[in-house]
């Protein structure tokens, strides 16, 4: 029996023991696990040093395990902001390259995820490595103006990518009401800083993002973009041709299983 197989046993083990627990007991022991096991962090050791991730299932694991593998690209991106930035990582899920960029110290970070339960482990992520007065985390998304959208997600999945784009009939427990506001809107309204540094992993609602801030990212502070996109699908042809109107030309591309992480730079 392999090592996996004999964990996975222990665990079936384990969960059959709690589940014969008086109800009071099982809620105390419950609690406890969970309490213990969030508080045991993963840590994963970076080339600008370590971070501690908190772990709720395989998929939040799994993004803590790939930080310097999944996408080699954005590492390297993120490595070369210059000094005293502002980077704004939309899409932030659970919070792997906003952490990575504040380890920098020298830039300030703006997170945004509309899914609680990715926004809880964003937060704690950021509370377990002392982040806090390098990031702002934000429970909100981000589209073409100010509205109420609906996730589809599951507070049971952590870790997992959600979408405002229903793909089918779902319950409504499966549904989370989210606040979204354009980019023009946090800037202008909200007094955030304007991003030098734009991270957009929101495959679904890229073409809002980029409408609601055709104010803001042609200001000369907004130095490039990090999107993750298939570059010959035609709406990855038509964010492309969007973003020369607005002034950015592509310096950048890392292709992985049928998407591209392109880099778009301010074309002066």
């Given at each position: 029996m392999t090592p996996p197989e004999i964990l996975l046993k222990e665990e079936r083990r384990l969960l059959r023991l709690v589940r014969r627990l008086p109800p009071e007991a099982r809620a105390k022991v419950q609690g406890g696990i969970s309490r213990a096991l969030i508080g045991e962090p993963f840590r994963i050791d970076t080339p600008r040093g370590p971070l501690s991730f908190a772990v709720l299932g395989e998929t939040s694991g799994f993004r803590a395990r790939g930080l310097l593998t999944k996408q080699q690209a954005t590492i390297a991106w993120i490595d070369a902001f210059r000094p005293d930035s502002v980077f704004w990582d939309i899409g932030a899920n659970v919070g792997s390259y906003t952490l990575y960029a504040a380890l920098r110290r020298d830039i300030s970070v703006v997170a945004f995820e509309p899914a609680a339960v990715n926004f809880f482990l964003l937060a704690a992520?950021?509370?377990?490595n002392a982040f806090g007065e390098h990031v702002d985390c934000l429970q909100i998304g981000v589209g073409s103006g100010k509205s109420l959208g609906r996730l589809e997600v599951s507070q049971f999945e952590p870790g997992a990518s959600f979408s405002f784009r229903v793909k089918g009939k779902q319950p409504l427990s499966s549904r989370q009401a989210a606040l979204i506001l354009s980019m023009d809107q946090l800037v202008e309204e909200y007094g955030l800083p304007c991003p030098n540094y734009i991270k957009i992993d929101v495959p679904a609602l890229t073409d809002d993002i980029i409408e609601g801030g055709t104010r803001t990212l042609p200001r000369s502070q907004v130095r490039e973009l990090?999107?993750?996109?298939?570059?010959t699908s035609k709406g990855g042809q038509r964010l492309v041709?969007?973003?020369?109107?607005?002034?950015?030309?592509?310096?950048?591309r890392h292709v992985r299983r049928g998407t591209t992480d392109l880099t778009f730079t301010k074309q002066v």
């Open positions: 992520n950021c509370e377990l990090h999107i993750e996109t298939s570059e041709a969007r973003l020369a109107e607005l002034g950015f030309g592509i310096t950048g």
